[in-house]
């Protein structure tokens, strides 16, 4: 069993918005004691996307394991416990509703103080875990199958979006693209190992730009661009480079993520850029952003892959900020499948 220092906050952290049944161990914020991550992965593929359903059926039979796990490797037990944190949204409601009642009925049982923690402040804290110095201000480019956002971090727990999609977030983009050219889901990692046999110049697809707002996304006319490309090869007849069709697409996704990240970072006046959420352990979104900062004397942040995608460890890490404020939440927390970014139920 662990030792646990009288000064260390310990955060018990669950994770199930979306297909990944996830619990951790977090310490003091940045030290992850245990991340046990239950991937559903296998069970949606074949209907080619998350079924709600199937997710939180899913998650119930998971989440009490996952937990135990999470305590085990830790080498602690729930005495040894200040805070039992949970994602409360956004996410799928029925999904959300299996962690919120695990964090809840543990609370209870052992009179522990609950916190619920947002799911992208969740993404956007996975930074602090191995980036010992990162502290805010900074600007996170938050990217994943739900959301794209570039967010301004004023301080711990203090968020203002920048821009936001006004259609399909980034990895859905992949996904609904990667299903098209027949690569099948999850379709990010497919078209990122993909794009390495292909030529990004290849195909010239739309970057699309907002006109009321440089720092808002769309990418639903990429999506449309790629199906209308394939469309017309099968009228032509003419066969499909799959490698080409990944590997342009995803240079015109990293391309206006990386512009707009640039311009906000020069124009807010952020000298640190992190990048959070799903699509942010895309290959060549980490290598082109990287460079971009590096020219423009920006210190590039990102979490490993593993933080990058769904995980409880995140939700630990935010969770501590937010018991440092003093944030506790009763037993009446309730998911909020659509919790904006920053609100507080
Ligand atoms: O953050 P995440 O695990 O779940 C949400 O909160 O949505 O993100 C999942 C998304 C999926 O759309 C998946 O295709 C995408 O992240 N993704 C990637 C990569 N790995 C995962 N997209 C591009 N390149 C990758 N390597
Ligand atoms: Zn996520």
Redesign the pocket.
């Known amino acids: 069993m662990r030792i646990k220092d009288k000064k260390d906050i310990v955060i018990l952290a669950i994770e199930t918005?979306?297909d990944?049944t996830a619990a951790a161990v977090v310490c003091n914020g940045r030290q992850v004691f245990s991340n046990i991550i239950y991937s559903q992965i296998d069970l949606h593929t074949v209907y080619g996307g998350v079924v709600p359903e199937i997710a939180s059926r899913k998650h119930i039979e998971k989440v009490n394991q996952v937990i135990g796990q999470a305590l085990s490797e830790a080498g602690v037990c729930l005495q040894d416990i200040d805070a039992i944190a949970v994602t409360y949204g956004p996410?799928l409601v029925g999904a959300l509703l299996v962690g919120v009642s695990a964090a809840k009925a543990i609370s209870f049982a052992a009179d522990i103080p609950l916190i619920g923690v947002h799911?992208i402040e969740g993404?956007i804290s996975a930074n602090f875990i191995e980036n010992e110095n990162l502290e805010p201000p900074f600007l996170c480019l938050v990217?994943?199958?739900?959301?794209s956002h570039l967010v301004a971090v004023r301080d711990y727990g203090k968020y203002e979006i920048i821009g936001q999609t006004r259609d399909d977030?980034?990895?859905?983009a992949?996904?609904k693209v990667?299903r098209a050219i027949g690569l099948g889901y999850?379709?990010?990692?497919r078209?990122?190992r993909l794009a390495r046999e292909g030529c990004s110049t290849a195909i010239r697809f739309p970057r699309a730009k907002v006109v009321e707002s440089a720092y808002d996304f769309s990418f639903s006319g990429l999506k449309s661009a790629v199906l209308n490309y394939l469309n017309s090869c099968e009228m032509k007849k003419e066969k499909v480079n799959q490698a080409d069709v990944a590997a342009s697409f995803q240079k015109a996704v990293v391309d206006v993520l990386v512009d707009h990240s640039i311009k906000a970072a020069e124009e807010f006046g952020f000298q640190k850029l992190a990048i959070a959420?799903?699509?942010a352990?895309?290959?060549a979104?980490r290598e082109t952003l990287g460079q971009a900062c590096a020219k423009k004397n920006i210190a590039f942040y990102h979490p490993s892959?593993l933080f990058?995608?769904?995980n409880a460890a995140m939700i630990g890490t935010a969770a501590y900020y937010e018991y440092q404020k003093g944030v506790r939440h009763g037993l009446d927390l309730n998911a909020v499948p659509n919790l904006r970014l920053g609100e507080r139920i």
Request: glycine share 22%; aromatic share 2%.
């Open positions: 918005s979306c990944e996410g799911h993404h990217v994943s199958g739900g959301h977030a980034a990895g859905e992949y996904d990667a999850p379709g990010g990692p078209i990122d959420g799903g699509v352990s895309n290959s979104l892959p990058c995608t769904d």
